[in-house]
């Protein structure tokens, strides 16, 4: 299952997560997601866990919980959509 996790720190490590998620069960992949020019944290991020009763637990112990001084959104992510067209950028 992909769970999207919000309101992170931005001082958080992809380990940090990884480590918080692993209580619950095993952690495929964990993706924080970065600014591509300053590489900093954008305050989001996802992981996976192949188990869904272990991500199930997961969320509901880690949804508005605190996480480095933060108390982080957890829930199960929704699949991409597809991106829609944008007007002429000028």
Same mark, same amino acid.
């Given at each position: ?12 490590? /992809? ?7 692993? /209580? ?29 009763? /272990? ?26 959509? /597809? ?8």
């Amino acid at each position: 299952m992909n769970i999207y996790v919000g309101n992170l720190p931005y001082t958080i490590t /992809e380990d940090d997560l990884k480590d918080a998620f692993a /209580e619950f069960g095993e952690v495929s992949t964990v993706n924080v997601i970065t600014d591509k020019f300053s590489g900093q944290s954008k305050g989001f991020g996802f992981v996976e866990m192949e188990n869904n009763s /272990e991500a199930d637990e997961a969320i509901k112990a880690l949804n508005e919980s605190n996480l480095k001084g933060r108390n982080i959104r957890v829930n199960q992510a929704k699949p991409r959509g /597809e991106r829609t067209e944008r007007g002429p950028r000028y």
